[in-house]
Nanobody, 120 residues
Framework: QARLVESGGGLVQAGGSLRLSCADSRSIFGINAMGWYRQAPGKQRELVAAITSGGATNYADSVKGRFTISLDYAKNTMYLQMNSLKPEDTAVYYC??????????????WGQGTQVTVSL
């Protein structure tokens, strides 16, 4: 069964950088999409960035120009490079994978989450 393991979260000062990793136990060739979501205290979970196996990407307006999502097929891993971090980026970050399991049938699964805290 598919499994996701996240790493790379931590505490950084405003203006600093972090790189989050999400490793899949299965090959990521042929996925429908992978993405990063985040949830801050008292807020709803929101999409941060998404990518398809074809390379198309989408970013939330709040992170455009600062974050970059990418895939490493050799390592079955998705990354989120986070630059120029702001206190507003503080949240738990979750990775997500969407796969096709049958005709007109799709499922998704999540990583355990990793805490990102940005101080002044």
């Amino acid at each position: 069964q598919a499994r996701l393991v996240e790493s790379g979260g931590g505490l950084v000062q405003a203006g600093g950088s972090l790189r989050l990793s999400c490793a899949d136990s299965r090959s990521i060739f042929g996925i429908n999409a992978m993405g990063w979501y985040r949830q801050a205290p008292g807020k709803q979970r929101e999409l941060v960035a998404a990518i398809t196996s074809g390379g198309a990407t989408n970013y939330a307006d709040s992170v455009k120009g600062r974050f970059t999502i990418s895939l490493d097929y050799a390592k079955n891993t998705m990354y989120l490079q986070m630059n120029s971090l702001k206190p507003e980026d503080t949240a738990v970050y979750y990775c997500n994978v969407r796969r096709q399991v049958a005709i007109e049938s799709e499922y998704s699964y999540w990583g355990q989450g990793t805490q990102v805290t940005v101080s002044l």
